[in-house]
């Protein structure tokens, strides 16, 4: 550990190791890092801050062999914060109600669409692939905010680790094709590029679009909370259909 860390920050984090602030001074340091960086690049899609801050910390964590528990030890009380952070989406959503209530059902069968999609070609592809029945239901509710995802998987006899893994991972992956994407597809509507950022990536997608456009980001709210209810309700059933 000498060798690669400079002693005066060796000997801080040492120090750190010993409380539970290791987790939480590090994640806000990654995190006001990546905003500096995402704000020097213009905000792109490649540098979400939250996707520069989770590949800062992985790399913090490897480099001084740190184990996630002694990480976590101190994360825990900005993991608390995910869920507070996910109601407060209410408030745009709120800003743009009418424009919401205008265009419910659409909303409703997209999002129904975007659901079933997201959660049966995952489940397909893995199973058709040879993961076991675990890996397959753990995969499901990939498309939906953590705590929604983890507890639908236990539930369903999958591991609510690796789903949390799995949900992290589509929501960085959506971040950085999203915009790509919308160009490809000529997609120009704020709303349908929330809508379907929330849907397929989550509050991560989200975040991101927020920072763009804020009926984007309301709408992305939107879809985080229906997609949570939707897939919570559809799982279960698509599991017992298809025998896994």
């Given at each position: 550990m000498h060798s690669l860390l400079p002693l005066p920050f060796f000997h801080v984090w040492v120090y750190l190791q010993t409380q539970p602030l290791l987790g939480l001074a590090v994640t806000l340091c990654?995190?006001?890092?990546?905003c500096f960086l995402d704000g020097r690049a213009g905000h792109k899609a490649l540098t979400?801050?939250?996707?520069?801050a989770v590949l800062m910390l992985?790399?913090?964590?490897?480099?001084?062999?740190?184990?996630?528990?002694?990480?976590f030890t101190g994360a825990v009380y900005i993991h608390f914060l995910l869920g507070p952070a996910t109601v407060a989406l209410a408030v745009p959503m709120y800003a743009n109600w009418p424009a919401i209530r205008r265009n419910f059902v659409p909303i409703l069968v997209s999002l129904g669409a975007g659901s079933l999609v997201a959660a049966l070609s995952a489940m397909l592809i893995a199973h058709l692939l040879g993961a076991p029945r675990d890996i397959v239901v753990s995969l499901g509710?990939?498309?939906v905010t953590t705590p929604i995802a983890m507890g639908v998987a236990q539930e369903l006899g999958g591991i609510p680790a690796l789903t949390a893994v799995f949900v992290i991972i589509t929501g960085m992956v959506g971040t950085l094709i999203c915009g790509p994407l919308y160009k490809m597809a000529q997609v120009k509507d704020w709303q349908a590029q929330g809508l379907a950022a929330g849907t397929a990536a989550h509050g991560i997608a989200t975040s991101h679009m927020i920072r763009l456009n804020e009926t984007a980001g309301a709408f992305g709210g939107l879809a985080i909370g229906l997609n949570g209810v939707v897939t919570a309700l559809i799982?279960?059933?698509l599991v017992a259909i298809l025998g896994f």
């Open positions: 990654a995190w006001e890092l990546a979400n801050p939250t996707v520069l992985v790399a913090a964590l490897l480099v001084t062999g740190t184990s996630y528990q002694t990480y509710p990939k498309s799982l279960p059933v």
